[in-house]
């Protein structure tokens, strides 16, 4: 048998097959051996040939099953692989036939996680020679993660119903549940660079000859481009340097300190917030954003600093991947966080828990590494005074801040943080 990527089932035990026998094999078993020793004791040859075909027909079915059950091969298909929760994945199915022989009734079931749903199973009639046949079932889940389907499983029986065997697929295929994506406006934050995200051109070479900064010839570049004094100096091919795009970046903070968050399941602050924290990601990413997550615990998941040289496609994939399996984290506060930003990353977007004293000046010392922030923060999770405090000492500090409350529609915060911005800028420019 195969699965997936056509991976061969190791060949079993023949004794392991025996305990493959249904009830009608057992009692064909019995009554043969019950047959040849009544034969015996009696000295009656036609009751032993009797016996001998009642022993031997279920003993043959094992072992005519055991040597062609590596003749049919299962593969799975996940359509789409990636789904936000509450959506349904397809999962499609396909067993081929690649014997010369009939199979008889087949038994197919996939195991799956029991948050996805129930395992299903399928009865497929007798596959003729080279045939294939295909079924599907749908999965959906409330909570988001990475669950893992398979291995598949048949179960394979004989003409006769004497021997049914189970043999499992050794391959599996995993569904990602991702965080609900909203789509957002398109909106002007405070601390945004110009053009929303499309970024300018950085000329490397300014405007004189003199001043080009060239680089080494590399196989494929355009000899139009090269730089005949620099190579007359350096005594090696040189060529002048590409003008480089310079991305607008962005720096998306998620608390995830246990501690910060009350209540738990698909409806609580935290998946709230994870889901918030997502379609902020997919928003700006979309933008042309170089995008990077940043939580407590102070690892920054790949994106614009992680690594990561590929397409936006490719950025939304690993950040949603990753925003799919975030939990909780034992930190105590936002320290790590703070000293994990950089000051290169632009505007700074932070979704914050529950917040006493201490984390409320880190908070604080979070903005001055970015020109601009808006901080969404929980309401009704402490003392009313308590929070207009923390409010002020953030907005002091730069931060525009959004209070939110789990259920709240994320497209109004996001217009909030809008005009919140806006009158940030307004109160700044009086002042000075």
């Keep these: ?120 199973r ?24 990475r669950y893992p389907l398979g291995p598949l499983q048949l179960r394979l029986t004989d003409p006769f119903g004497m021997v049914e065997l189970t043999r499992s697929f050794s391959a599996y295929d995993t569904l990602t549940v991702i965080p609900r994506v ?38 494929g570049d355009d000899l139009r481009r090269v730089h005949w004094r620099s190579t007359a100096r350096y005594g090696e091919l040189m060529v002048r340097r590409e003008e480089q795009p310079q991305k607008a970046r962005c720096a998306v903070v998620l608390d995830t300190r246990r501690s910060a968050w009350s209540g738990s399941g698909p409806d609580s602050p935290f998946e709230w917030a994870v889901s918030a924290a ?13 995008v990077r997550l940043v939580t407590d615990a102070g690892s920054p998941a790949p994106g614009l600093d992680g690594g990561l040289t590929g397409d936006s496609s490719e ?23 703070h000293e994990t930003l950089g000051g290169g990353d632009g505007l700074l977007i932070a979704f914050l828990g529950t917040l006493d004293e201490a984390q409320t000046a880190v908070a604080a010392r979070m903005r001055q590494r970015a020109p601009g922030g808006v901080a969404f923060t929980p309401r009704g999770q402490q003392p009313e005074q308590t929070e207009a405090e923390q409010t002020r000492l953030l ?38």
């Design 1 to 120: 048998m195969a699965a997936g990527a056509g991976e061969q089932e190791p060949r079993g035990n023949l004794w392991t097959s025996l305990g493959g026998l249904t009830t009608r094999g057992r009692s064909f078993l019995a009554a043969g051996i019950a047959a040849a020793v009544c034969a015996y004791v009696l000295g009656q040859s036609d009751l032993l040939r009797v016996g001998m075909l009642l022993a031997v027909l279920p003993l043959l079915c094992v072992v005519v099953l055991h040597r062609t059950r590596h003749r049919v091969t299962g593969s799975r298909r996940l359509a789409p692989a990636r789904v936000p929760v509450r959506s349904e994945a397809r999962v499609h199915l396909r067993v081929d036939n690649v014997s010369r022989l009939p199979t008889g009734l087949l038994m197919l079931q996939d195991r799956v996680p029991y948050v996805l749903g129930p395992r299903p």
């Design 122 to 145: 399928f009865v497929l009639d007798r596959v003729e020679p080279g045939g294939r046949r295909e079924v599907s079932y749908r999965v959906r889940s409330d909570l988001r993660g």
């Design 182 to 219: 909203e789509a957002l406006p398109p909106v002007r934050l405070a601390g945004e660079s110009s053009g929303y995200g499309d970024g300018g051109l950085r000329a490397l070479a300014l405007a004189g000859d003199d001043d080009m900064i060239p680089r080494e010839y590399r196989h």
């Design 278 to 290: 997502a379609s902020v990601v997919m928003h700006l990413v979309e933008r042309g954003y170089g």
């Design 315 to 337: 950025t939304a994939g690993l950040l949603m991947d990753t925003l799919a399996v975030v939990g909780h984290s034992g930190e105590t506060g936002l320290a790590k966080a």
């Design 395 to 432: 907005r002091e500090a730069g931060w525009t801040v959004v209070p939110y409350s789990p259920g709240d529609p994320l497209p109004h915060l996001w217009q909030q943080a809008d005009r919140s911005s806006a009158g940030t800028v307004a109160e700044e420019s009086g002042q000075g």
